[in-house]
């Protein structure tokens, strides 16, 4: 076993047979009139590609957003006197106890939410959390003030 400093030490792996095949192509001739090489424009094109795919998807979001919410086809009806007397019975009494517990259940079968929190009256804030078998990727929790809106998914 020859182990000399002079020798490059060599780890296991692929060698190359042909050196030369990774060498550089020689720059054109332009004294002879060789117009340049062309460079492969794959990279151009898929640039434009996703260029062309991110203009399209921006467009789709606002005009998605633009029109999301359905048209009413007829006006919401006044509230009755009684019914007037009860919503300002339930505010007054939620805002002297200050907070009020929530539970909500929305929809039916498997696509049933369940909303369970409290609401703070004297600070507008609500805290909830969403589950059930409705609520897919929207499970989590949620915390909302009258200008921000914070989700924290599960």
């Known amino acids: 076993m020859d182990i000399s400093p002079d020798r490059r030490r060599r780890g296991r792996g692929r060698r190359r047979r042909d050196p030369g095949l990774r060498a550089a192509p020689a720059p054109p001739d332009v004294a002879a009139g060789e117009p340049p090489p062309e460079e492969p424009t794959y990279r151009r094109a898929t640039l434009a590609a996703l260029s062309l795919v991110a203009a399209a998807s921006a467009a789709a979001l606002v005009a998605g957003l633009l029109d999301w919410a359905p048209k009413s086809n007829s006006p919401a009806r006044a509230l009755t006197g009684a019914e007037s007397e009860r919503l300002a019975a339930a505010r007054v009494t939620n805002y002297r106890d200050i907070r009020a517990g929530v539970r909500l259940v ?26 059930g078998p409705g609520a897919g990727p929207h499970r989590g929790l949620v915390q909302a003030t009258p200008s921000v809106v914070m989700v924290r998914p599960d």
Request: no cysteine; charged share 20%; glycine share 16%.
């Open 106 to 131: 929305v929809g039916t079968g498997r696509t049933r939410t369940h909303l369970v929190g409290w609401i703070d009256w004297a600070r507008p804030l609500a805290y909830l959390d969403v589950g």
